[in-house]
Structures are given as C-alpha cells and as structure tokens.
T-cell receptor, first 116, second 112 residues
C-alpha cells in the first residue's frame, strides 16, 4: 500500500513543452507539498496546499502551477519547460500544516524530470 | 533567511566505526528539527523530530541530539545498510505559515 505515489517516475521532454506530474496520498493527510531536489541534492519547497488551499508558494516561476482537485491529490503542471527545470520533484504530505506536532513529512518516490 | 548547513558533505566509514554527522542552523523561531534518510532513487524517509535544546532521540544505531545552534546524528557501530544520504531540516514560522527548510545532506558510505 503506497502512502504517497507519483506518476510518472521518469519524464524526459524537450524544451518548450508542457508537462504534468501527478501525486496522490492515501493517508488522509490534510496538507500536501511539492519539493524540488537539484543535482546537488538540495531539497527546496515549492508549494504547500492545505485542504485544497494554497498556503506556501516559494518564489517559483509562474510556469509552475499546482492544482489540487481534492485533498488527496496535488498535481504539478509545468509550462514552457526550460533546461534548468531538470531535477527530481518530490510530492509529500503531512497530517496538517503544523508538521511539527505530527512529527513528519511523508514523501513520494520522486519524479526525475529531464529537459533536453 | 533560514539556513541549514550539514557537514561533512560525504563520510566514509568502516563497518563498526562510530561517527557523527552535524547539522548547524540559523533560523528565527525554530519549531522543530527533523532528520531524514534518503536512499538513491527514493524519497526521504523520516527518522526523528527534535523540538528543544537538550532533547535526544534514539533508533537502533542512530541517536540524534539538539542544541540551540546545531544537531548531531550519532551513528554507533554502523553497518553497510546504514549507507544513505542523511538530511537535516528545520521547521520555522507560526500560525498559518510554517516552512520546512532542508540542508544539502551528508552522504554516508559504510564499507564492510
């Protein structure tokens, strides 16, 4: 039983294309996140949604648009892909926005995006 | 801006050789510090949360400690299966806005 799942696992595409990454969690958590991990393994938050409401948007280009159809799903759509977008994108969830009280983020397996 | 620095970047140990990983932080309003383990090709896996200076947590061969400026992850008699990248993260903020900031990790290799 996968707690946080992402599709696809690998995504290779050309510059200028538009692509989406899907994320689903079956933990009943209220808050979901997108993180980007670059080639140096630095993990940086991009977005956070609490019960379908955007609560964090960390200076991410507006080519990136998260969409949350319900609290179990948080998809990431990327327009006009650029070479610098190549990275591993992780979806995560937590019980609610006060992560500390509930101890942990649960991460998905990641989506490796390669822009050629 | 919150900053989290981990050292060393990479650490190679012989099986059974104990050592420590360091996570130093400069933040305003620390609410908690996390340690995660990340295996190649996988997402980070939660290990510990520490809330206040002086707190310690243990799990098998791992022990995490916290001071007002840094945290240590002590690894006692490591085994090859402990090889992974260990990430430190801090949670800051209050009310409706809270953020988790990660360090760049320490890549640990334990040699049989």
């Amino acid at each position: 039983d996968t707690a946080v799942s992402q599709t696809p696992k690998y995504l290779v595409t050309q510059m200028g294309n538009d692509k989406s990454i899907k994320c689903e969690q079956n933990l009943g958590h209220d808050t979901m996140y997108w993180y980007k991990q670059d080639s140096k393994k630095f993990l940086k938050i991009m977005f956070s949604y609490n019960n379908k409401e955007l609560i964090i948007n960390e200076t991410v280009p507006n080519r990136f648009s998260p969409k949350s159809p319900d609290k179990a799903h948080l998809n990431l759509h990327i327009n006009s892909l650029e070479l610098g977008d190549s990275a591993v994108y992780f979806c995560a969830s937590s019980q609610d926005r006060q992560t500390v009280l509930n101890a942990d983020l649960v991460f998905g397996p990641g989506t490796r995006l390669t822009v050629l | 801006e919150d900053q989290v620095t981990q050292s060393p970047e990479a650490l190679r140990l012989q099986e059974g050789e104990s050592s420590s990983l360091n996570c130093s932080y400069t933040v305003s309003g620390l609410r908690g510090l996390f340690w995660y383990r990340q295996d190649p090709g996988k997402g980070p896996e939660f290990l510990f949360t520490l809330y206040s200076a002086g707190e310690e947590k243990e799990k098998e061969r791992l022990k995490a400690t916290l001071t007002k400026k840094e945290s240590f992850l002590h690894i006692t008699a490591p085994k090859p299966e402990d090889s992974a990248t260990y990430l430190c993260a801090v949670q800051t903020g209050s009310g409706g806005y809270q953020k988790v900031t990660f360090g760049t990790g320490t890549k640990l290799q334990v040699i049989p």
